[in-house]
């Protein structure tokens, strides 16, 4: 099976009485693409960023209807773009302890498998604490070096030029995963515990650089909400697969 990596030669292209029968897109670019009169049985999309945009089916736009199942079905999920500190603390909340479920009813023979290339929970409990050091430590506090050396970073990562050198090489134990992991949730609860409505408006500099956008202390509280829910769903879904 052919493998196209780093390419654009398919940018604007029309395809026709094509098939992409039990073909893979990982990390690519599909915005605009138009299909009409295709086979969709079975087709499966998972979208990081679905939810800042649309998609629409049959002349509808499901990203509304995706967002309502996924609250229905992760409860707690709803308060992730709470903008009050009080709302903030709610929603943190609801996101630990969906977490601590989740770590707490999975068998200790699961918690590094996985399911083809998607990260197991070890492993994606390092990438949340990666994520919580880059938007608070980093974003909010604003510390030199923020990163944890057991964090387990995006893929691409060291495309864009970051010091992989940071992490460390050899993987950690799980222990030693459950433990910062800990510290770190503990780090955001009592950032929140204080947070004011001020401190939420002020702005801060992207920490993972790029683009114009600066984003608010409240920004950055909701994309370590979002990283929370969105890990969760693909674990869960894994986990679900793997039992």
């Known amino acids: 099976?052919?493998?196209?990596?780093?390419?654009?030669?398919?940018?604007?292209?029309?395809?026709?009485?094509?098939?992409?029968?039990?073909?893979?897109?990982?990390?690519?670019?599909?915005?605009?693409?138009?299909?009409?009169?295709?086979?969709?049985?079975?087709?499966?999309?998972?979208?990081?960023?679905?939810?800042?945009?649309?998609?629409?089916?049959?002349?509808?736009?499901?990203?509304?209807?995706?967002?309502?199942?996924?609250?229905?079905?992760?409860?707690?999920?709803?308060?992730?773009?709470?903008?009050?500190?009080?709302?903030?603390?709610?929603?943190?909340?609801?996101?630990?302890?969906?977490?601590?479920?989740?770590?707490?009813?999975?068998?200790?023979?699961?918690?590094?498998?996985?399911?083809?290339?998607?990260?197991?929970?070890?492993?994606?409990?390092?990438?949340?604490?990666?994520?919580?050091?880059?938007w608070l430590r980093g974003g909010i506090q604003q510390l030199e070096q923020p990163f944890h050396e057991i964090g387990l970073i995006f893929t691409g990562a060291e495309d864009t030029g970051f010091d992989m050198s940071i992490f460390r090489v050899d993987p950690p134990s799980y222990e030693e995963i459950l433990a910062v992991r800990a510290e770190r949730q503990q780090q955001v609860t009592d950032f929140l515990s204080s947070v004011t409505t001020e401190l939420l408006a002020d702005e801060r500099e992207n920490p993972w650089g790029g683009g114009d956008w600066r984003p608010s202390v409240g920004d950055c509280v909701r994309v370590i909400l979002e990283e929370e829910w969105a890990h969760l769903r693909y674990i869960r879904r894994d986990l679900a697969l793997l039992r």
């Open 1 to 134: 099976m052919a493998t196209y990596s780093k390419t654009k030669e398919f940018e604007g292209a029309t395809f026709v009485n094509a098939s992409f029968k039990g073909a893979a897109l990982r990390f690519s670019d599909v915005s605009g693409l138009r299909m009409r009169g295709v086979e969709v049985d079975g087709l499966d999309i998972d979208s990081h960023d679905l939810f800042f945009g649309s998609l629409f089916v049959n002349g509808v736009d499901v990203v509304p209807l995706v967002d309502a199942e996924l609250n229905r079905q992760f409860p707690g999920r709803e308060l992730q773009n709470a903008q009050t500190p009080e709302g903030l603390r709610e929603a943190w909340v609801a996101a630990r302890n969906a977490w601590q479920e989740t770590v707490a009813d999975t068998p200790r023979e699961l918690v590094d498998a996985h399911v083809e290339d998607e990260w197991s929970l070890a492993q994606t409990l390092r990438h949340l604490i990666l994520a919580s050091d880059g």
